[in-house]
């Protein structure tokens, strides 16, 4: 956790003084003759510094505590990092590509069905045949389109993307 | 008070109509439902119903939305119990007990306690909202802007530090990073766009919803692809009906678990997940046989599920007087009352005194729902544990992003969804609680008006912020947490009382 948690921190600072530049930036309408104390940047500049801080204390604290913290095992999230990247790549490509670019219905088909086939085929515990996963990935893709479709602009009254 | 009793009894004969109890029927089973299944909150249960139906009445809306959020802090201790897997993050302290008890093969009176543990809880809740929610209201008309930015900050800084275990710094940094995310758009003075560069979508700043939706939804998506699969289920054999003596016996526990998970509730963003941690904490305290407490305590058990329950109606009072969310769900109510057009604060019992006892209402009908669902159906909603999460997880996703556009219908929505989603993962993956973040969204623009209308008022002078009374009572509160949670100060605390007391000096070095 200790490098995670330094490189954390060197981006809160990184955050927080990028923040405060700006908000220095933003207009003040001087021409308006407006109430200095109301200016836009003042609440941001605020945040940026305080978040800035906040880097700075938790810098502090990684490299103060950083040989005895250095022995921990890496988190638990390094059991499945092939699985975590396939969901992570699956769901964005639907959301950033298919949606909008494919009709609704045959986006969320092609990903329901794709989504199901890869997880379940990788899965350990898998106890049927590719054919059989394949096959009922396509009848849930058909279905959850075809319901999700249905249930959002009949019932709901919801435009779909 | 009276006339408070007049208004909730009124409450409940006009919407005691078929469809009132037709709506409670299924948004309760719908929330037992999403409680249940791991990795389906109460939030993005909440959060994907609020897209479902901003299109009904408001009326209608919102009491599907309570009966939904009622059920699935009841649903969440199913899987504690029978998987031990609690189902929201607030049914963690149930697991302890009721698994132990489920391994005896006592699961089904592990079920029946908490279906009385979360009846009663939501009953004390819903007494508690019905008596402080008018008093509040009418102590918040005397709040100005300096008391509503210090509530801003009091809120960021007390979820901070109660919902990041051992680490308040990561708590605070996640709320204050809420704060800044709710700067980006158009401020509320001038309409000067923040940190937009130029592009129109991000000028409308962004949006509630989608960035809720992201960090409780697709997070929790990611989170359980990357978790191993979770094995399905014991069946309860033995009676789900609890003995009302042995429910009697613990009336101590539950009303000492129902007034502290009500208080927890109301604590801006605090929440059910503390409500049952605290309750379950006194619980121990006050009990005669501690010694049980993680081995099948039916005490303990009792005051995990009536403490989180408790802390719905708690979150939801400071929701209708202050329109702050007093946890992460409420959040999500937060903004669908303001979708409806319901306006949230103090000024509530005047312009709608008797919305406040229609929520109220909404509260007992739901609590009577889980009451019948925990004890007649247990056995048909065991079957929603033998849904294959694979098949599950990829709807889920569909359903957020679904719901992400359905509200303003724009593709930007749902990448803000997808971004946020994204950057809560590795956010948590690295100990940042994610509540604050979210409530940081919400505060932000109270912060923001509130201490540049403060300033405008004093001309400049910080003083009212720091001697009006309640300003005073707020900003001490809030260093008091930041000295508490700072590293540096315990361990000149420590120290100190080392130099006092020489004894214990050995394990004073930390």
């Known amino acids: 956790m200790a490098r995670a948690d330094l490189t954390t921190s060197l981006i809160l600072i990184a955050l927080g003084v990028g923040v405060l530049a700006e908000s220095l930036r933003m207009p003040r309408f001087e021409n308006l003759g407006i109430n200095p104390y109301t200016v836009p940047g003042i609440v941001p500049g605020v945040l940026g510094v305080v978040l800035a ?18 022995a921990a095992p890496p988190p638990s999230a390094e059991a499945h990092p092939v699985r975590l990247a396939l969901a992570i790549a699956t769901t964005l490509g639907y959301g950033f590509v298919l949606v909008g670019w494919l009709p609704f219905r045959w986006a969320t088909f092609l990903f329901v069905t794709g989504f199901v086939v890869l997880f379940e085929s990788r899965s350990a515990q898998r106890r049927q045949s590719l054919t059989r996963i394949v096959a009922f990935a396509v009848l849930e893709g058909a279905v959850v389109a075809l319901a999700v479709g249905f249930v959002f602009e009949r019932i709901f009254l919801v435009r779909l993307p | 008070m009276f006339e408070g009793l007049t208004h909730f009894f009124g409450a409940i004969v006009t919407m005691a109509t078929w469809s009132t109890l037709f709506s409670v ?23 994907l119903l609020t897209t479902l139906t901003f299109k009904l009445a408001a009326g209608d809306a919102i009491l599907i939305l309570i009966a939904m959020y009622v059920g699935a802090i009841y649903g969440g201790s199913r899987s504690a119990i029978l998987l031990n897997i609690p189902g929201t993050p607030a049914n ?59 509530l801003a900050v009091f809120g960021v800084v007390v979820a901070g530090r109660l919902t990041a275990q051992g680490d308040p710094l990561k708590g605070w940094v996640s709320g204050f990073l809420g704060l800044l995310v709710a700067m980006v758009g158009q401020e509320a003075i001038y309409a000067y766009p923040r940190f937009a560069y130029g592009v129109t979508d991000l000028a409308g700043g962004f949006g509630l919803l989608p960035v809720l939706v992201g960090v409780f939804g697709f997070t929790e998506v990611l989170w359980v692809m990357k978790n191993p699969a979770y094995q399905a289920v014991k069946n309860a054999t033995d009676s789900v009906v609890p003995r009302l003596r042995e429910v009697f016996r613990h009336w101590v526990t539950i009303i000492r678990s129902g007034l502290t998970g009500t208080f927890m509730g109301l604590i801006p963003g605090v929440g059910e997940d503390m409500g049952s941690w605290v309750s379950y904490a006194l619980a121990r305290n006050f009990s005669r046989k501690p010694e049980e407490y993680g081995d099948g305590s039916i005490e303990g058990l009792m005051s995990a599920e009536t403490g989180n329950s408790a802390a719905v109606p708690g979150a939801i009072i400071p929701v209708l007087t202050l329109a702050v969310p007093g946890s992460a769900p409420a959040a999500v109510l937060l903004a669908a009352l303001f979708i409806h057009g319901v306006r949230p604060g103090p000024l509530i019992m005047i312009e709608n005194p008797t919305f406040v006892f229609e929520v109220v209402a909404m509260v007992f009908f739901a609590s009577l729902a889980i009451l019948i669902y925990g ?29 992400a556009y359905a509200i303003t219908s724009r593709l930007f929505d749902v990448w803000v969804m997808l971004g946020f ?86 394990d004073g070095k930390g």
Request: net charge positive.
């Open chain 2, 421 to 506: 989603g994204v950057l809560g993962f590795f956010l948590r993956q690295l100990g940042f609680p994610m509540a604050p973040l979210v409530l940081g969204v919400v505060l932000g623009p109270i912060l923001d008006v509130n201490l540049r209308r403060g300033l405008v008022l004093s001309d400049g002078d910080l003083t009212p912020f720091f001697t009006r009374p309640i300003s005073a009572a707020l900003w001490i509160l809030i260093a008091i947490t930041f000295l508490l949670g700072s590293d540096w100060f315990v361990r000149r605390m420590r120290k100190l009382a080392d130099r006092v007391t020489p004894k214990s000096s050995e």
């Open chain 2, 375 to 403: 004890l007649a159906l247990t056995k048909p909603l065991l079957l929603i544990l033998r849904v294959p999460y694979l098949k599950l997880m990829p709807i889920i996703f569909v359903l957020c992003v679904v719901g």
């Open chain 2, 25 to 47: 029927a299924w948004a309760t089973l719908l929330g037992i439902a999403v409680g249940m299944l791991p990795g389906l909150t109460a939030t993005l249960g909440l959060a």
């Open chain 1, 53 to 70: 801080l906040f880097g700075v204390i938790m810098l502090v604290r990684t490299l103060r505590t950083r040989g005895a913290a250095e």
């Open chain 2, 92 to 150: 963690a302290a149930t697991s302890l007990d009721g698994f132990p008890l489920a391994r005896r093969g006592l699961a089904g009176r592990a079920m029946g306690i908490s279906t009385a543990g979360s009846f009663l809880g939501t009953i004390i809740g819903m007494m508690a909202l019905a008596a402080f929610a008018p008093l509040l209201a009418e102590w918040a008309l005397s709040f100005q802007s300096y008391e509503f930015f210090w």
